[in-house]
């Protein structure tokens, strides 16, 4: 699965939200002066984004060669290395920074911190963040649970703080700490549903089952007047190898 969005590359990188201009502060603030970062997944780089604002040289590392080459074309100053992180060799020494953006999931749970620590430098800073698709309104939340209803789908959320949570319960890590962003934005019917083909769930499914779930959906949000409107709580984990 680590290469399934591959196939949705262009759409993925169009449609998939960004992350808030904080995040980085809050990375920097909390990491000090450092030399050079490193992002696991880094999918199309919009995780990307948030780092390079730390001004440091930067190796992203992404499994899908589909991914990558969108990737390499956005950050050219960025080192693409094309391959998982348990295939990834860190530098002697480690590094001072690794980052993850909505891929600490896709990392197996059984060895993902141990992975991310050997990686690090003592002293060093493990960032991981992402966001929740919610909704700003609960009319909408309710359209949108009763259009997956009406499939035959659940709808499964993870816990918001889950990959602090998880990194906390390693035992690993010191001054396991996190920050909160929230803001809201608003998709038409066409981009929610563009939005939507990029979930792995929906990727996961048949042909026929992705038609009646878009089909569901598309009356739903025009249903709403054709603009759903969510709200994307966006988390950022802080955690430090010890020295």
């Avoid at 993925?12 to 920097?28: E, L, T």
């Avoid at 906390?168 to 396991?176: C, T, Y």
């Avoid at 920050?179 to 083909?197: A, G, M, N, S, W």
């Amino acid at each position: 699965m680590t290469t399934v969005f591959g196939q949705v590359a262009d759409t993925y990188d169009d449609v998939r939200p960004g992350y808030p201009a904080g995040i980085a502060d809050a990375i920097g603030a909390y990491a000090g002066k450092i030399d050079a970062a490193v992002e696991v997944g880094s999918g199309t780089g919009l995780g990307t984004a948030v780092l390079t604002r730390l001004g440091v040289p930067m190796t992203c590392i992404e499994p899908d060669p589909r991914m990558a080459a969108l990737l390499a074309v956005k950050y050219p100053h960025a080192a693409v290395s094309v391959g998982t992180f348990e295939q990834w060799a860190p530098p002697p020494g480690g590094v001072a920074l690794l980052g993850c953006a909505m891929a600490w999931h896709w990392l197996d749970q059984a060895t993902r911190n141990q992975h991310a620590f050997d990686a690090l430098r003592p002293g060093g800073t493990l960032a991981v963040f992402g966001h929740s698709y919610a909704f700003a309104d609960p009319v909408h939340e309710q359209a949108i649970t009763g259009a997956f209803t009406s499939c035959g789908i659940p709808r499964r959320d993870k816990p918001r703080l889950w990959f602090h949570d998880d990194i906390l319960a390693s035992g690993l890590w010191a001054d396991v700490r996190h920050e909160e962003f929230t803001r809201d934005v608003d998709f038409t019917t066409e981009r929610y549903l563009r939005l939507h083909q990029t979930f792995s769930p929906h990727l996961r499914r048949s042909p026929a089952q992705q038609r009646m779930v878009l089909d569901a959906l598309r009356d739903a949000v025009d249903g709403l007047g054709g603009v759903i409107h969510l709200r994307l709580p966006t988390t950022v984990a802080l955690a430090r190898r010890p020295l």
